[in-house]
Each structure stands twice: as structure tokens, then as C-alpha cells.
């Protein structure tokens, strides 16, 4: 075993090799938390709901659902998806796309989402090495993953997935990984409180929600992971490719400026950002 550790210490290609394979399965995971982790949320909801007014759960709510069980089926015929036929992007590309049984196509997001998985771990391992921050970070590269694309569908942020990020970045901080405690504890405080007082005052000015609680929340989680040094580049990024793609889709996609737009996805590319390069980006801005 030692042995094996010190060839991933001295091949930076086996390693980043090895963490493209890990992140592929990973993305695969991830694709059944995108799904199910909103279901299991609008479950739960129904059922606090129903216990209040004292009314009946509805039989097919009572079966088992969590990102277990039931297995994965195809949603045209609903046939069990054999281990061989759920292998990442090898099985959509041997099935061309198709159910294996009823030949309904399958949605290409599976094997995009498992392949930039893969790419975006690939390139921490690059980055980080061999090393226990490497392993955190991809972590937290994993978790932005499934709530970047809840965050699209659903417009959600779970507070399943950004408070257990929150404490672990501070729980990581006690051993100066990435940041201190003190800029830890601090930039979580000022990750949330920043993003409250802009969605307070946008909601005095013009009555409106400008933005949803999560985005709060996942603005601590980089605060706490980072330290708050980080949280102007953060915010900013995150600004100006939101900026970039909401006034593109209105624009040449026609989309209504009246439909809200997931700020999530700019606040988590933002962030992993200052995780990989922010060290040079700020000393680039501070010159």
C-alpha cells in the first residue's frame, strides 16, 4: 500500500488518471442525487403537510425512496438497468443512447454530467496532487456538482448538501487546510450576511425576492472552506458570468427577464475558481 501511495505521489498522470476513472462513477452517483434528492425533499414536504392536517399518506408515498432504492429503471418501460448496461459513458455509448429493452432514448445529460464529473476531478487532481487537499476538494468539487444542477431544475439549494459543507470547511479550518479559523469562521459570517443584506435591500426597493436563502448559504459554505479574503472574487465572478448569461438568454434566447434565473451554478463555478486559482487571481488584482 505504501508503495502504491508513493507512485501516486510521483505521477501526477496515474493520479489525475486514476481520479478522472473515480470522478466518471462519481458523476454517475451524482446523477441519481440530482433526481432523487428533490423528490425525496417534495416527499418529505408532502408528508409534514398531510401530518398537519391529520390526512392520509398516499399509498405509493410509502414505498421506499432515497438515492438507494428503488433501482435504477428506464422511465419508458420501466425495466431494472442491469450493472453492465450503467457502466459511465461506456454503456450510453454501446446502447447508442437507447434503452436496452424498449430502445427509448436516453437522455444525453446522464453521460454529459458523468464526463464533466470526470474532466472537472481530473483537474483538481492535477492541481492539488497528491495530497489531503486534494482529497477535500474534490469533495466539495463533487457536492457543487449535484447542487449546481438541482439548482437549474429546481431552483433549490439543500440545506442537506450546504450545511454538512459548511461545518466540514470550518471542522477543516481547525488544521489550517485551505484558510485559519478565524478567516474561516469570519468569511462564513460574512458569506451569509453579504448576500442577506443585498437580497433584503433589492426586496425593500422593489418588493421582490432577488434570490433564494440557499444562495446564502452556499456563499458561507466558500467562506467557510476559503476565508473571507476570498468572498469579493467570489462575488464578483459570479456577478459578471451571471450577468454575461442572463442578458445572452434574454437577448438571443428570448427567454422572459420576468423568469427567474439559478444563481447557484455562477456561485459554485465562481468558487471553484478561488479553490483551484484564487491565490493568483487576487495576487493578479492586488498588483
Request: glycine fraction near 8%.
Amino acid at each position: 500500500m505504501e508503495a502504491l501511495f508513493s507512485i501516486l505521489q510521483s505521477s501526477p498522470l496515474l493520479l489525475t488518471s486514476i481520479v478522472f476513472v473515480i470522478g466518471l462513477m462519481i458523476g454517475s452517483f451524482l446523477n441519481v442525487v440530482i433526481y432523487r434528492l428533490p423528490v425525496m425533499m417534495q416527499r418529505g414536504w408532502k408528508k409534514e403537510c398531510l401530518e398537519y392536517l391529520e390526512q392520509a399518506q398516499p399509498k405509493e408515498d410509502n414505498e421506499p425512496f432515497n438515492l438507494t432504492l428503488p433501482l435504477s429503471r428506464c422511465p419508458g418501460c420501466n425495466t431494472a438497468i442491469k450493472p453492465y448496461q450503467n457502466i459511465p459513458v461506456l454503456s450510453y455509448l454501446f446502447l447508442q443512447g437507447k434503452c436496452a429493452n424498449c430502445k427509448v432514448h436516453i437522455s444525453l445529460r446522464y453521460p454529459l454530467i458523468e464526463s464533466f464529473t470526470g474532466i472537472v476531478s481530473a483537474v483538481v487532481a492535477w492541481h492539488f496532487g497528491y495530497s489531503i487537499e486534494m482529497l477535500f476538494a474534490l469533495l466539495l468539487t463533487w457536492s457543487l456538482v449535484a447542487l449546481s444542477f438541482i439548482d437549474i431544475d429546481h431552483q433549490l439549494l439543500p440545506d442537506s448538501i450546504n450545511f454538512p459543507l459548511l461545518w466540514l470547511g470550518l471542522f477543516l479550518s481547525l488544521f489550517s487546510i485551505y484558510t485559519d479559523p478565524s478567516s474561516s469562521i469570519i468569511g462564513a459570517l460574512a458569506g451569509y450576511l453579504s448576500l442577506w443584506s443585498v437580497y433584503q435591500g433589492f426586496k425593500i426597493v422593489t418588493g421582490k425576492e432577488g434570490m433564494g436563502y440557499g444562495d446564502f448559504k452556499l456563499l458561507a459554505v466558500f467562506g467557510a472552506w476559503l476565508g473571507w479574503q476570498y468572498l469579493p472574487l467570489i462575488i464578483l465572478l459570479s456577478s459578471l458570468v451571471g450577468a454575461i448569461i442572463g442578458i445572452s438568454m434574454v437577448v438571443f434566447v428570448k427567454k422572459d427577464k420576468n423568469i427567474p434565473i439559478p444563481f447557484g451554478p455562477y456561485l459554485a463555478v465562481a468558487g471553484w475558481i478561488a479553490l483551484l486559482w484564487g491565490d493568483k487571481i487576487n495576487s493578479l488584482y492586488l498588483m
